[in-house]
């Protein structure tokens, strides 16, 4: 049981980095042409842009727009038929990985270079109705599906590891569905992370583990943790299982775009510690160099780093020497897991220096070169907060999985565990006044802020102090563990692919319309007459609430809900006693770029999400301060919809 809380304690290190992959040994594609690749029939582009219009499915009949006359009768007049453009559509340039294929052009695309271990970062866009995959060493497929909206995924949708189609007992796989489905609208580009171990053969050729899926994420969200794939899945180059095979792309199902791709080639090295030395202080340290000027309370020689030598658990000082050997030039990703202070220095080379009291982290990582050889290494720890258990880890990775150089026990499994404080709707409207740190920054705290949870699984939150709808999401509602566990900070967190909008004020007179919209910082006081909240009042026929303000008079009444697919939400703004001031204007979005799409909506921010209008004024496109902004000009109530 220990040996397997261990392997848990090391998959959760190896997936639970903030920082990305080490970018001193990721490789990017910068796809300037197809040199990366293998050859290809031509359904393969390299290309500047891609536009996918999301209302128009892939399987529907689309040429160029034509008329067709059916002749019915001689009384009747003949009708026309259009035919739909087809959904996709490109501009020359580089940058983008963009599949075509047609019923003559459809092979799949198969890198140049092999791997075993292996990191991948992409972002990736896809029209309705499309389908594609990633196969890992060609043989593990990743499906990628236009899935957006899908209550309950399979393993064929977005994310899922894809079951292969034998019959034959012992021979079938049957795919693993994501955990959930954060899949964005057709016609966006969508994040994914992908971890993969590949299966291990001992010198016999035989296999001894399975392939492993460390890790997918899919726009920010877990969608699968550790799971094991003991056999190709459907539609492999070869329906077999070697230490290496090239990635491979789903070409023959239908269109598929590519940018921003990065992968780390990983490879298991051998490496370990010696000659490890050790001393320790007590006392109230509040940096390293209060204690390392000073006589050790005790020293002594040990087989691997351990905090166990500690004769306190608060109020310490420790430090660690010895040598770490590595068997290739290669680049090494050293991971930290400590309470308290610490340092890591490597070839007299500092990587790590986080210097406090009460720190914490399971993560620490940073990424350096070396050569084959030995080499010093020093860590030093200490910590003053009694309510932290000692704990001290050193992980390297160079494979998929991060291999320890500590002893077991120097690394508490959890002294002081805690169960998440989840909290869900039920079968009504649920509503938390709380904090939230916009994109997940504490610097872009909201501090008046009411979070809205929707049977339906989509939510928002709403600044009180701004009359502004900052987020949105789909899936489960709120983490409020930071808000309520122990003395909290008042803050809880979105569960799911948030989508963030804006923050400030929307609504604003502005003196001309190239002025920019007010700025409200956290500790800013409202000026009197220009902007006041008034809470909220309960729509009796839905339960929802209705938000209410006054600004320079005029009264205004936000009403926020889902559609029947609970797959957008509608906002509307409702105006009374406009007046007849000039120059009201209302942001609904802003980004570094905006385009206007082919059914009429706008793509946010590099077509991270969607604004169409619902009803009322018609948006327009500015540019302010080195951003782009979707406007109206207010002369009544309209509404918007927001589409991810």
């Given amino acids: 049981m220990r040996n397997i809380k261990l392997i848990l304690l090391i998959l959760a290190i190896a997936g639970s980095s903030t920082t990305g992959y080490p970018q001193k040994s990721a490789k990017s594609w910068p796809l300037q042409d197809l040199s990366d690749f293998r050859p290809q029939a031509g359904n393969w582009l390299i290309v ?15 040429e160029d727009v034509q008329h067709v006359a059916l002749k019915k009768n001689k009384k009747t007049v003949a009708p026309l038929v259009e035919h739909k453009p087809f959904p996709v559509a490109y501009l020359a340039g580089t940058g983008i990985l963009l599949n075509m294929n047609d019923n003559v052009k459809k092979t799949n695309l198969q890198t ?19 389908n594609s995959g990633i196969y890992l060493q060609g043989r593990y497929e990743v499906q990628l599906l236009d899935s957006w909206g899908v209550k309950t ?18 021979k079938i796989y049957m795919g693993k569905a994501p955990l959930s489905n954060p899949a964005k609208a057709p016609g966006l580009w969508q994040k994914m992370k992908i971890s993969f171990r590949a299966p291990r053969f001992n010198a016999a050729g035989e296999k001894i583990e399975n392939a492993r899926f460390i890790y997918v994420d899919l726009n920010g969200v877990r969608i699968h943790d550790n799971v094991e794939v003991p056999l190709p899945t459907g539609g492999p180059i070869e329906n077999n299982e070697k230490p290496f095979g090239p990635l491979m792309i789903q070409g023959d199902h239908g269109p598929v775009a590519f940018r921003n791709v990065k992968y780390t080639l990983l490879k298991e090295i051998a490496v370990s510690t010696s000659n490890i030395t050790y001393q320790t202080w007590y006392g109230n340290f509040k940096l390293i ?3 390392t000027g000073l006589k050790p309370s005790a020293s002594g020689s040990l087989e691997a780093i351990t905090c166990e030598v ?3 658990e608060n109020a310490y000082g420790s430090s660690y020497r010895g040598t770490i050997t590595v068997s290739e030039d290669a680049s090494y990703r050293f991971i930290m897991a400590y309470t308290g202070g610490v340092r890591l220095v490597v070839n007299n080379q500092q990587l790590i220096n986080h210097q406090a009291t009460d720190g914490w982290s399971r993560n620490e990582e940073t990424t350096v070169s070396l050569k084959a050889g030995s080499y010093p290494f020093e860590i030093y720890n200490y910590k003053d907060a009694s309510w932290l258990p000692p704990a001290l880890g050193l992980f390297v990775q160079t494979g998929s999985t991060p291999k320890p150089l500590h002893a077991y026990n120097s690394i508490p499994l959890d002294d002081q565990p805690v169960s998440p404080i989840l909290i869900n709707p039920g079968s009504e409207i649920k509503m938390l006044r709380a904090f939230l740190d916009f994109k997940g920054e504490y610097k872009q705290r909201l501090t008046h802020i009411i979070g809205v949870g929707d049977p339906s699984g989509t939510h928002y939150v709403y600044d009180l102090k701004a009359g502004n709808l900052v987020c949105v999401w789909h899936g489960d509602f709120v983490d409020a563990t930071p808000m309520w566990h122990d003395r909290g900070d008042g803050s809880f967190r979105p569960m799911g692919a948030t989508q963030y909008l804006f923050t400030n004020q929307p609504l604003a007179f502005l003196s001309s319309e190239t002025a920019s919209f007010p700025m409200i910082t956290r500790d800013a006081e409202i000026k009197a007459g220009e902007y006041r909240g008034k809470g909220y009042e309960i729509e009796t026929s839905t339960g929802r609430p209705i938000f209410k303000y006054t600004y320079q008079g005029i009264d205004v009444e936000d009403k926020i809900y889902p559609d029947n697919q609970n797959r957008i939400i509608t906002h509307e703004v409702n105006i009374k006693n406009r007046g007849t001031k000039t120059g009201l204007y209302y942001k609904l979005a802003d980004g570094k770029s905006i385009q206007q799409m082919p059914n009429g909506s706008y793509a946010i921010d590099d077509k991270s999400f969607y604004i169409r209008k619902a009803k009322g004024a018609t948006p327009k496109i500015r540019e302010v301060d080195g951003k782009k902004e979707l406007y109206v000009s207010v002369e009544d109530s309209f509404a918007y919809s927001i589409i991810w």
């Fill in 310 to 312: 500690l004769e306190n």
């Fill in 153 to 170: 995924p399979s393993f064929s949708d977005i994310g899922g590891i894809y079951r292969n189609w034998e019959n034959e007992k012992g």
């Fill in 112 to 130: 140049a270079f092999e791997h075993s271990d292996l990191e991948l970062e992409l972002e990736v866009m896809l029209p309705k109705g499309s």
């Fill in 48 to 62: 500047g842009d891609v536009t996918m219009n999301p209302d128009v499915d892939i399987h529907e009949k689309h």
């Fill in 289 to 291: 160099s209060d204690f």
